[in-house]
């Protein structure tokens, strides 16, 4: 059983910078992509970013420019740097798994970035 674990959210200002890192419990190369969602109170979860096992990556629209997603030299870790945060971007942050036969199957459990204004 494939587990993602998230950590690095907390609570920061408007203006400032987080990393967050998801370490899976196996190789993330054997996954067709890993992403990043978040969901904000009241609202649906939204895809962030994503980064393929080919190391392609892409950015929601809301967020290009400002995070960015890696991979880290270990073979199971993700990360979303996170700068110029705004309070818009609060949510919690899911690390997600897609595979090639079922879409995004494995979540982690989420963390929570607040960002004050």
């Known amino acids: 059983q494939v587990q993602l674990v998230e950590s690095g959210g907390g609570l920061v200002q408007a203006g400032g910078s987080l990393r967050l890192s998801c370490e899976a419990s196996?190789?993330?190369?054997?996954?067709?992509?890993m992403g990043w969602y978040r969901q904000a109170p009241g609202k649906q979860r939204e895809l962030v970013a994503t980064?393929?096992?080919?190391?392609?990556?892409d950015h929601a629209d809301s967020v290009n420019g400002r995070f960015t997603i890696s991979r880290g030299n270990a073979k199971n870790t993700v990360y979303l740097q996170m700068t110029g945060l705004k309070p818009e971007d609060t949510a919690v942050y899911y690390c997600?798994?897609?595979?090639?036969?079922?879409?995004?199957?494995?979540w982690g459990r989420g963390t929570q970035v607040t960002v004050s204004s």
């Open positions: 980064i393929s096992s080919g190391g392609g990556t």
């Open positions: 196996g190789s993330i190369f054997s996954f067709k992509a």
């Open positions: 997600a798994a897609e595979t090639y036969r079922s879409g995004w199957r494995y």
